[in-house]
């Protein structure tokens, strides 16, 4: 959620409700009321962009394909099938959201660049599309004489009334998608956004939530675009083109792309500056492509952003006393193995990183991994949240298969992890981060949205950061980053929590502290499977001890046996001589 | 047969454009990491110079070549930076974002001095062509392969066999390696749009004569490039070449055999496909994998 100035809400109200109401009193003239019908329409669109670009960090270039799929939806549905307006919009808006989720289907294999160009690919095919299909297009000429709508008995015929019913929808889809963004899927789309890799390891199905936020978008993209043909009675398919796409996605960036009010205000800004700029008359689209440099060059935040800063520095909210942290399996007093690993192999072309490595973690015990650098240890913590596929052998977690699933399924399954280069959601508060990972599905500790909120505020009390919970996370100094992580992984009640390299760059401290935190986490019967360099804290915390060298196990047993084993000491000092220090 | 060897010769000599605008696509790519959106515009910027320098100045046709060409040197020094330089620690959408406006007031400006009637720009030679058998070779056709053939030849060159070439490609393979062995990593980027911005007016200059003279220029033959380097594989030169010609080839086939007014849809659906089933394209093996 962004801070949004409080006191600007009812004024923003205020405004909305005027700009309905005045219209239908005090009639204004056709040209002004055209330009508020085009922003209204647009807005919608501009909105679908920030779910899909704001929110989860997808750029799409096509959202004037979506636009125009919902004007032809409506004009074919009205003028050549005979449909009444709100049955062909409906069948306009779902032709958009299913191409868009079609569309948005690519992001399994696609990002960034490679995204860019198939929605833009997209958009190009659907306008060649549009000018020469003829029979059902009517090509270049556009389709005239939409007709517009009666609604409960009121002919909306009347501009200013029509213009009363976008500016009605369009207030609700901004309130829609400013509530989105609180939300479990709202949330989960903003960790894609920040950190893909770190939103599945916390128990977010990334490509089910990126193909919904390109499929909302479209969905809202073919909305604005259905009521735009009812409002001007006649489209083209140069009203829908590429470059109109362009001027979609600058007016979500002018006004800051994850902002709902934003959105609107910079479509309305971007539609009345060329009556502004009335003077420049030819040059406008140059001034304009001008603006889009300057915009990305010295409003990286956009205007709602710019606005946001005004406000200062946020203030911390009084909250409840939150509740104790549960933690660990109800199983753990009756020992036994939570997780098995069997003849694990992991090869990258010739390299085998881990070749056939047996392992066996008891329920309720802190197991360390250790082994000099290249070792494989971060690549075994890789198979086991299920960033790599093994290439071999197989893990079980509480008597379940799970080598093989996805992240997010292997979070589903309880496991947690966290990453030696903190991997946090940077554009949140500390409290949003650890939400989201209470938000893990099969959660049994917080299912209602309120349990959560709740979870997430007893985990970060539990490793002291309750206090915090509002700030920004990228603003917290690194040692409380690590914090808020191990915050993020508790929260999501995991049965088994692999930690990797958690004291990396701390201080001596700070290094204590996270000692002191660990021994709770044991006390409590949580499994810890570790991986350190810190042979100090793997002999303070580790039950037992697993050393690998060149992706083999070398040595498994009691910390004191295992660091005196020849073998380990041969790995360590014969060998790399310089990582013992590390 | 005859018919079939006509166009396969058009669809090189179209490609070899493509070709053209795609290596300069591949060469700000490799050293930035980012897609220029506007590179079309460089080439639409070429041909209109030619127009400018042989019209209005009234220069000879051979002379306003090289003039040409430095102003393009000039604008792409401009364009790195206006355009990419303040963004270069951000991430790549603002400056996609950044490039699209480049090219939309790129446009715009010579819209506004030119107006959108296309201007024509007569054909390097005088003669038009060669007749060999059945087929005709026409005479720009023929030149656009060739030159596009020793600016590869030149390109392999520089890059494999000079220390500026390999200081280059040290910058586009790690930025901060190379800034760390002393190599001035701001300069090559500024060479490196320097000589892509040339490589794009060159590439106008030489279709010109085909396509017209419009503002229009530049997007339509920088979807098709950009397409070409994604076919070929991003950051491969050699990628850059045969999807830029496996394109030209494809679009003048498929206009030709099975529909004119989808001729542009034949590129993207390609391009589709390569996407779906090896994003990574011909030639290329990292698709950014992150871990």
């Known amino acids: ?582 | 047969m005859a018919i079939f060897l006509q166009l396969l010769f058009t669809g090189i000599g179209i490609g070899a454009v493509y070709s053209l605008v795609a290596l300069g696509f591949v060469l700000i790519y490799r050293a930035t990491n980012v897609v220029n959106f506007a590179q079309g515009e460089f080439a639409m910027l070429g041909a209109y110079a030619m127009v400018v320098l042989t019209e209005d100045v009234g220069l000879p046709y051979w002379a306003a070549i090289p003039v040409s060409l430095v102003a393009m040197g000039v604008i792409g020094a401009l364009f790195n930076l206006g355009v990419y330089y303040p963004l270069r620690h951000r991430s790549f959408l603002p400056v996609v974002i950044s490039t699209i406006g480049a090219s939309i007031l790129l446009t715009n400006s010579v819209l506004v001095g030119y107006g959108p009637a296309p201007e024509s720009l007569a054909g390097m030679f005088e003669f038009p062509g060669f007749q060999v058998g059945e087929v005709f070779l026409d005479s720009q056709y023929l030149l656009i392969i060739v030159v596009t053939i020793l600016l590869v030849a030149f390109q392999y060159f520089f890059f494999e066999h000079t220390l500026i070439g390999k200081k280059m490609q040290a910058t586009s393979q790690d930025k901060e390696m190379a800034s760390l062995l002393g190599i001035p990593v701001a300069r090559m980027i500024m060479l490196t749009f320097i000589y892509s911005a040339i490589l794009g007016g060159l590439a106008g200059i030489l279709v010109a004569p085909i396509l017209f003279v419009s503002v229009g220029l530049g997007s339509q033959v920088a979807l098709k490039a950009f397409a070409a380097s994604i076919i070929g594989g991003f950051g491969d030169v050699t990628g850059a070449i045969v999807g830029g010609l496996s394109l030209g080839i494809i679009e003048t086939f498929g206009a030709a055999y099975i529909s004119v007014p989808y001729k542009d849809a034949f590129a993207f659906l390609v391009l589709f496909g390569f996407l779906l089933i090896r994003p990574q394209g011909i030639f290329g093996e990292k698709v950014a994998q992150k871990a």
């Open chain 1, 1 to 582: 959620m962004t801070i949004a100035p409080k006191k600007l809400i009812p004024l923003l109200l205020l405004a909305a409700a005027a700009s309905i109401v005045i219209p239908l009193v005090h009639p204004i003239n056709g040209y002004l009321l055209n330009l508020f019908m085009q922003a209204a329409t647009y807005a919608m669109a501009v909105l679908g962009l920030t779910v899909v670009l704001g929110y989860a960090g997808q750029i799409s270039i096509a959202q004037a394909g979506f636009f125009g799929l919902g004007a032809y939806g409506v004009a074919i549905g009205t003028t050549m099938l005979h449909l009444p307006f709100l049955v062909a919009l409906a069948l306009g808006v779902c032709v958009a959201g299913l191409l868009g989720a079609i569309l948005g289907a690519s992001t399994l294999k696609l990002a960034g660049h490679y995204l860019a160009m198939v929605t833009i690919s997209f958009q190009q095919i659907l306008t060649l599309v549009l000018t020469n299909w003829i029979s059902l297009t009517n090509g270049p000429d556009g389709i005239r004489s939409i007709p517009r709508p009666r609604l409960f008995g009121v002919s909306l015929e009347d501009s200013d009334r029509y213009l009363g019913l976008c500016l009605v929808v369009l207030y609700a889809v901004g309130v829609f998608v400013w509530w989105l963004k609180g939300t479990k899927l709202g949330l989960g789309m903003q960790a894609v956004r920040d950190n893909e890799l770190a939103a599945e390891v916390v128990g977010v199905d990334t490509y089910r939530v990126k193909v919904t936020a390109f499929c909302l978008s479209a969905l809202l993209g073919g909305l604005g675009g259905g009521l735009f043909a009812g409002g001007f009675g006649y489209i083209s398919p140069d009203q829908f083109s590429f470059n109109e796409s362009v001027v979609f996605l600058t007016m979500v960036l002018l006004g800051g792309a994850d902002a709902a009010v934003g959105s609107v205000v910079g479509t309305a800004l971007l539609i009345l500056l060329p009556e502004w700029l009335r003077f420049l008359r030819g040059a406008y689209l140059a001034v304009y492509g001008l603006a889009v440099i300057l915009i990305m060059v010295f409003m990286p935040t956009g205007l709602w952003g710019l606005l946001s800063k005004l406000g200062g520095p946020p203030r911390l909210r009084e909250r409840d006393v939150p509740d104790v942290l549960t933690l660990g399996d109800p199983d753990a007093a009756q020992g036994g193995v939570l997780l098995e690993i069997k003849d694990l192999a992991k090869h990258f072309g010739g390299l085998k990183a881990l070749d056939g490595v047996d392992i066996t973690v008891e329920r309720g015990k802190v197991h360390a991994l250790i082994g000099p650098n290249g070792s494989g240890k971060t690549t075994m913590l890789n198979v086991l949240s299920g960033i790599y596929r093994p290439t071999r052998g197989e893990v079980i977690v509480d008597g379940v298969k799970v080598s093989g699933l996805a992240p997010h399924e292997l979070a589903a399954a309880g496991v947690g992890r966290t990453f030696q280069n903190i991997r946090l959601f940077l554009s949140l508060t500390v409290l949003e981060n650890v939400v989201i990972g209470a938000q893990r599905p099969h959660n049994s500790a917080a299912q209602t949205p309120e349990q959560v909120q709740r979870r997430a505020m007893a985990a970060l009390e539990f490793v002291g950061m309750a206090a915090r919970a509002d700030l920004k996370v990228a603003s917290l100094p690194y040692g409380h980053q690590r914090l808020v992580e191990i915050a993020r992984a508790l929260a999501g009640n995991p049965t088994l929590l692999l930690l990797d390299e958690p004291a990396a760059g701390l201080n001596l401290t700070e290094k204590q502290e996270l000692v002191g935190l660990l021994k709770r986490l044991a006390g409590y019967g949580l499994t810890l499977f570790l991986i350190d360099h810190d042979m100090n804290l793997v002999e303070q915390m580790a039950d037992r001890i697993t050393v690998l060298n060149f992706g083999k196990r070398i040595a498994d047993g009691a910390p004191a046996d295992v660091l005196r084993h020849p073998d380990v000491i041969a790995a360590y000092l014969g060998e790399v001589p310089d990582d013992a220090a590390a």
